[in-house]
């Protein structure tokens, strides 16, 4: 892989979004088809409206939406954001784990990197829009990116020959920050499965920056659902919104891990600015 090494970063990037953006598609494929029955490797994809099988020109990635003007050419009915949304974010998440390790396609050990990085965001796009769709985090999910960045720690090991010691428990450690809170809650204040989730976060970070992206989680959640109450309340709705039932935690602690992951902004360092 050597010689693609000498190509200009321009060059690369092309494919590479190019790939993610069909990627972006199977992720819609797997969100929309996992718990309901339907196979995610077989079936043609239609229209969940009408039924009717989707040729080829309309399963292109984002440009089927862009022609079709976000509508079904047969029955009329309305194609969800959520097509192109997700797309574009496993392009974007694709080209960051390219930003992320830039001597990916130097040699084996930075591409299976490369590959484990952009796995990770794959998975994290898939958990944030299957919560936010249904309010539930299947376990599946979670484990596989927690498998993913046990991976990352073993290829950290594998070029560099050392483990931070802190980062192979920041993992359990986060965890059990949230399993606690459930415990003494009954499940209340916080699912388990944000627990889950929050163990291949450590893991990807590390204690630190774990910690970090956790508290950053927690100042947007609660700023969103701050702002969704006054909504509401401005709004004059008679139903009553609960934090914990209907905002899901999950995308806020996906937004939290991108934040310190891919611009290393330090929360704990905020923080303390904040106290003197």
Known sequence: MDFLAAYPAPMLFIPIIVFGLIAGSFLNVVILRWNTGMSIAKGRSACFSCGAPLRWYELIPVASFIIQRGACRRCGAKISWQYPLVEVSAAAAFAAAALRVPEAFSNPLSFASFVLVAALLCFY??????????????DFFSYAAAFISLGLIGMEWAMTGNIDPYRAIAGLALFLFFWFFWKISKGRWMGLGDGKLALSIGWALGLSQGISALLLSFWIGAAVSLAAMAFQRLSRKSAALGMRSEIPFGPFLVIGFLIVFLWGIDAQAILSHLAV
Request: glycine share 0%; proline share 7%; no cysteine.
């Open 125 to 138: 796009i898939v958990i944030v829009a299957y919560d936010l769709r249904h309010k539930i985090i299947p």
